[in-house]
């Protein structure tokens, strides 16, 4: 066999699905791929720009059999590519993919490529939210209790963290965004600037403005990422905008 | 003068500063541009990839100059980007420059163009620090009063996020870390995972591993970003890892 080689796999954020919001890094890493291993949507979003793949797609809810399989790919000697969509660690397949293969002793150099996630993308959509400190929290309950993300939205509100939030909603918890809105508004004011980005990057991409208060109305679906504005943010000819702290004349 | 072209102003996050770092869409805005305005060392950093343009560049701490020159560069007909380190908004320019736009009812179409973050790229060097809820703080207290800090600390201590720390420490606040990892002892076991990611994307990157206990005595520069695992986080075969809450066998 000749020299020892180790078997490589990139677990590749590849950003909100259209080729200008990949990294070059990103690019390379699936042009150096034989096997693309992701969940199927993703797969789809990018198999234009990489039409002479083996692609490896599993439906929701299989992450950890997607990344055995990525593992698998790896060891068999396929340069490989498990892609997440935003970025590979935030909310991503990186904490899994490395915590299995170390569980398998995989011989395995894992590289993880970082990505532009939605609470970034979503922010350049609708001016400039988070330019200031703030907070990421997922509404999903899936992995996480219920009371835990609410303790967080509770500490993130009271620390006038701006917020980034994550599956706001889906079919099974339609009122989890509602829920959240008043929690932040037990500490924020109900005319607080919010803001919605949708299809961030794909067909259909839209963004609107709004009010917490009317945010905690509104209805989201999986598609969308919510942002909620600190104290001092304002609406700027039609963005939403954080203000850093500068002064100006 | 023919029909009414509105003048293009790009805000453009360059990522850590390495070509790979940046998204596709950021490397078409910079060869679209003539101008390109930013921070000295950033301008040094991305001179090689776009060698054929026009540079305009401020020392630190002329931030206010800095736009203004951009947006006159845009109204004079030149197409021309301002460039930020990591994302455009997070701790970035996008902001200002929506604000000063509007302030001089500049007639400037202003594209946002997102970019990977240090959270973000320091999290792949370091593994998957930030895969569960997170919070990002900046420990500078330029355009944030020192007790909106410490309360925003203790906040996200309170709510077990994962926290990513900016501007850890600098000549004049050399303490400031120190005094950080005290504030999220109060809520935070001594000997929890941390890490520091250090010159990401760039010569001399590097990163280590840590406790909560030792960061408080370890000294960092502004070339650092540092991360402080959540009551979940571990070290997988030398890596930080945040567990997402996937279970498996």
Chains 1, 2 share one sequence.
């Not at 929701?60 to 790919?73: D, G």
């Amino acid at each position: 066999m000749g020299d020892h080689v180790l078997s490589k796999l990139y677990v590749v954020g590849i950003g909100a699905g259209n080729f200008d919001g990949m990294t070059v890094g990103a690019v390379k890493a699936l042009k150096n791929s034989d096997v693309i291993v992701g969940y199927t949507v993703y797969c789809e979003l990018i198999k234009p720009y990489f039409p002479d793949k083996t692609y490896i797609s599993t439906p929701m809810r299989r992450e950890t059999e997607r990344c055995y399989m990525a593992i698998e790919s790896a060891l068999s000697g396929e340069k490989t590519a498990m892609i997440c969509s935003g970025d590979a660690g935030i909310y991503g397949m990186a904490s899994l993919v490395l915590e299995l293969a170390a569980k398998r002793r995989a011989e395995v150099e894992i590289e993880i490529i970082a990505g532009v996630t939605a609470a970034v993308s979503g922010a350049a959509l609708l001016g400039s939210p988070l330019t200031s400190d703030f907070a990421v929290i997922s509404l999903s309950d899936l992995l996480t209790p219920m009371e835990v993300i609410e303790k967080r939205l509770e500490c993130a509100a009271k620390g006038d963290f701006c917020i980034a939030i994550y599956n706001p909603s889906s079919m099974k918890r339609a009122d989890h965004l509602k829920r959240a809105c008043e929690i932040v508004m037990r500490y924020r004011d109900p005319e607080t600037v919010c803001g919605i980005a949708r299809n961030i990057g794909r067909d259909g991409e839209e963004y609107s403005i709004t009010t917490l208060k009317e945010l905690a109305l509104t209805e989201t679906d999986m598609f969308s990422t919510v942002f909620i504005g600190n104290s001092a943010t304002k609406i700027v000819d039609g963005k939403m905008v954080t203000p850093r702290g500068y002064r100006y004349e």
